[in-house]
T-cell receptor, first 109, second 114 residues
Framework: EDQVTQSPEALRLQEGESSSLNCSYTVSGLRGLFWYRQDPGKGPEFLFTLYSAGEEKEKERLKATLTKKESFLHITAPKPEDSATYLCAVQAGWGKLQFGAGTQVVVTP | DAGVTQSPTHLIKTRGQQVTLRCSPKSGHDTVSWYQQALGQGPQFIFQYYEEEERQRGNFPDRFSGHQFPNYSSELNVNALLLGDSALYLC?????????????FGPGTRLTVT
């Protein structure tokens, strides 16, 4: 069965302190890996799609990378507004997304 | 361009009752998926509708059912509510599900079962 594991569960950063979030996955025939950001009580907001090992995507202070077994979300010089839960999901077949439990990030001034 | 919309925002029901949640997909999207998210967990896939048919289903009992209308909007119905059904219910839309397009999520419906 497909599995997605995210670590750490929670991360507390000082403003400007860069860090990385990990998403390891076990899936038969990865078709896409997705990163989402979720604020409390709201729906996930799409960030990136990665399709193959070696691929990288960037958006402002966020950079996502993909290997054959895991993905990393790097947060460079974070700001308090980057505080959120970051979710990783994989798609192996027809449309279903398998999510990890997420990493809760808190950035303090 | 309106994104994915869901109604109602919040709902309180009693154990044993039935509930219907509604979703309108993002303009240009014809595929709707439903997810259940318990507190502190990632979303869990319930089912997906495309061309008014259920195409894929997750590990949820038959108490969970759905429908898709010709205008691509969708409903999620839950019968015989249990306390454990309390969660945030998310609707996501995308283009044709056969390719790994990103799914766009609505704001969710918070269901509380007492």
């Amino acid at each position: 069965e497909d599995q997605v594991t995210q670590s750490p569960e929670a991360l507390r950063l000082q403003e400007g302190e860069s860090s990385s979030l990990n998403c390891s996955y076990t899936v038969s025939g990865l078709r896409g890996l997705f990163w989402y950001r979720q604020d409390p009580g709201k729906g996930p907001e799409f960030l990136f799609t990665l399709y193959s090992a070696g691929e990288e995507k960037e958006k402002e202070r966020l950079k996502a990378t993909l290997t054959k077994k895991e993905s990393f979300l790097h947060i460079t010089a974070p700001k308090p507004e980057d505080s959120a839960t970051y979710l990783c999901a994989v798609q192996a077949g027809w449309g279903k997304l398998q999510f990890g439990a997420g990493t809760q990030v808190v950035v303090t001034p | 361009d309106a994104g994915v919309t869901q109604s109602p925002t919040h709902l309180i029901k009693t154990r044993g009752q039935q509930v219907t949640l509604r979703c309108s997909p993002k303009s240009g999207h014809d595929t709707v998926s439903w997810y259940q998210q318990a507190l502190g967990q990632g979303p869990q896939f319930i089912f997906q509708y495309y061309e008014e048919e259920e195409r894929q289903r997750g590990n949820f009992p038959d108490r969970f059912s759905g429908h898709q209308f010709p205008n691509y909007s969708s409903e999620l119905n839950v019968n015989a509510l249990l306390l454990g059904d309390s969660a945030l219910y998310l609707c996501a839309s995308s283009p044709y599900p056969g390719l790994p397009y990103e799914q766009y999520f609505g704001p969710g419906t918070r269901l509380t079962v007492t």
